[in-house]
């Protein structure tokens, strides 16, 4: 696979030393902005800080960390450093409990969010004259109007198709002639299954797919990659609400595996989920950015929760971002399954692995006795396999107790008969607390 185009080369390949001189200026930048900003949030982040002792990006680690929680206490309007009058677009999402998140843009902040996903969409592949069929949600959600904005900055032509409605969105990536696809893994694989179940792959030519906002394995990239067929390109991209939306980090398709981190922007460290301490490079911990260049709502070294690692090889594809691994999941997705930490992503990889399995599936966490007990449930591929449901259910049963160390009750079901997710995130965790199983 050859170098993609780049959309800002000056900043992509730059080198290590301008890097860390820009990072250090835009860190000394936005703390005399936060000093200045007339917030009692901002006075009480920062009042044990000595602002003046920083002097570097490498002094990061002085500051304070920022936890989600913050924003549901200062909600909607606490965290902002900017009067309120300079906003000019407040997106929100909405948490499994209590108050939504809220976060405040300026125009400067809007103008870069779209600059990072023209770099995004440019790394994948997609060029000034194409058609960004743009499948995420659009709404309150960051992901529909953040990569819309960036297929716009780009220079090509977005279609703000959002979510649902497969069968009509297929009919327009093929009518419109679509070069690329912004959309959910999940989605991605739906719709490519719907154009090979309805005979319409040769009417699409896609070229590349830019699939983010929830965990996705190896084995669900070669699935989107298979059914799409021919060239197409699956890559993944990253991004937060609470620091930006989309285009947080990007992985390239020369260089798959990791994701660049736009670092110009965005700061990353990678802390032990429970000490905070730095993890020695290339060990697995949590995501931890600053929001270098942000105005409207900023954030010091917000804990993402997110789980991953550094890769420090230099990127094949010239690129000098600091990369990280694609993420294993959140310090909060784990379950624990007698004693046993299970990531809802790993169980994905062993499903997926096996060519048998499809990649519609749950993880169905039993509580009716005191311990809980896990149970997954997936589809067979093919009708063809129908017959050896009970086979292939134990053949995965032993994978995941050999590579995830637990023994778990695997429900196997015939292709088609699970129900498909149209909209939104994927769900793959389901409770189940009475005798009524999510999947029936
Ligand atoms: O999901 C922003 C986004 C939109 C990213 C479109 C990519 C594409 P939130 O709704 O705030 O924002 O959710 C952020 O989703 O902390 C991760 O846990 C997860 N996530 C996002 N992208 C990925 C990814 C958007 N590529 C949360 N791989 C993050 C794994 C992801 N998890």
Known sequence: MGTTHMFQPEVETMAPEDKHALQSRRLVALLERLQRASSPYWQEKLAAVDVDDIRSIDDIVRLPFTWKDEFRQTYPYGMLAVPRAELVRIHASSGTSGKPTVVGYTARDIAIFAEVNARAIAMAGGTSSDVVHVAYGYGLFTGGLGLHYGVERLGAAAVPASGGNPAFQLGLLADLEADGLACTPSFALLLGERARDEGLLDRLWVRYGILGAEPWSEGMRARIEEVWGGSFQAVDIYGLSEVMGPGVAMESPAAKGALNVFDDHFYPEIVDPET?????????????????????????????????????????????????????????????IRGINVYPREVESVL??????????????????????LRIVAEVVDEALVPQIDAIAERIARALTERVRIRVEVDLRPPGTLPRQEVGKAKRVFEQTGDESPFG
């Open 352 to 373: 997926l692995d096996d060519d048998a399995i499809g990649g519609q599936y749950g993880l169905v966490v039993d509580r009716r006795a005191p311990l809980a007990e």
């Open 276 to 336: 905070g301490e730095p993890v020695p490079d290339g060990e697995l911990g949590e995501l931890v950015l600053t929001t270098l260049t942000k105005e409207g709502q900023p954030v010091l070294r917000y804990r993402t929760r997110d789980l991953t690692r550094f890769v420090d090889e230099p990127s094949p594809d010239g690129r000098t971002f600091r990369r990280v691994a694609r993420l294993e999941g959140r310090v909060d997705d784990m379950l624990i």
